[in-house]
């Protein structure tokens, strides 16, 4: 069941769901959902410096992103022209791929899910806010890493404190047996954007090495024999 605008502000005041800082509910709280702003940290990706990214391989990750505060260096990150004294923004071109962070951190209740769904306002310029990771686990604490994208044709400016998506809340059948961070989860407790951690889950490097001179052994093998068999 999705949560009514009643209810978000009422388990919000009760500490039942916990977003720092305090959201202006005037402002973010939605009919059913409550407006998350961009925080000024993100994480980009160097191509450049990496042919290619294996999953199952760390040493591909070694040099895959790199992570920056468009507040913390002028030299690195200048003042746009038509904004001398405001505040500096994140142009993302289009066809470029992103990770950003919500400038909320939040809490969830072990009987509440969250659904990160983008703004209108914002997709009609071509900004998606997550390629694919639109579920909040029950138990969730930290910021949300956002996956974005842009697929329009223009670049856009991304304001930190913008309101850049959407969290809607959803009621459990019942609370969860094992709420997230509970089992060592690689995200828990996130406060940036973090690069992803699939490796974690993907085995070992040393034992990935050794099936692949296995299996390379095996087709040695059997392309020793085929030769073999013609001749």
Same mark, same amino acid.
């Given at each position: ?18 977003? &720092?800082p305090a ?29 290619? *990214? #294996? ?12 992570? $920056?505060?468009?507040t913390d ?9 038509? $904004? ?23 809490? $969830?209740?072990? #009987?509440? @899910? ?6 209108? &306002? ?39 404190? +913008? ?8 009621? +459990? &059948? ?8 509970? @089992?060592?989860?690689?995200? @828990? ?8 951690? *699939? ?20 087709? &040695? ?11």
């Amino acid at each position: 069941m999705i949560l009514s605008d009643r209810d978000i502000r009422k388990l919000i005041k009760s500490g039942q769901i916990k977003v &720092s800082p305090a959201p202006d509910l005037k402002v973010q709280l939605q009919p059913a959902s409550l407006d998350i702003r961009l925080s000024s940290r993100f994480r980009v990706f160097k191509p450049a410096s990496t042919p290619y *990214i #294996d999953p199952q391989d760390k040493g591909t990750f070694a040099n895959l992103t790199t992570g $920056l505060d468009v507040t913390d260096d002028v030299k690195e990150q200048p003042l746009l022209p038509h $904004l001398p004294k405001g505040p500096r923004a994140f142009v993302i071109h289009p066809g470029e791929f992103v990770l950003g962070s919500t400038l909320e951190h939040i809490e $969830l209740p072990d #009987d509440i @899910a969250v659904r990160i769904d983008g703004r209108s &306002s914002l997709g009609r310029l071509g900004i998606v806010v997550h390629s694919t990771a639109g579920h909040v686990s029950p138990g969730w604490k930290g910021t949300l890493t956002l996956e974005i994208t842009n697929i329009g044709v223009v670049p856009v400016l991304l304001y930190p404190g +913008m309101r850049v998506c959407q969290f809607v809340f959803e009621t +459990m &059948s019942s609370p969860v047996e094992r709420a997230y961070g509970q @089992a060592g989860n690689k995200y @828990a407790g996130q406060r940036s954007p973090d690069a992803s951690k *699939i490796t974690d889950e993907t085995g070992r490097d040393s034992d990935r090495k050794k099936t692949v001179k296995k299996n390379l052994k095996k087709l &040695s093998a059997k392309a020793t024999a085929r030769k073999s068999a013609v001749r």
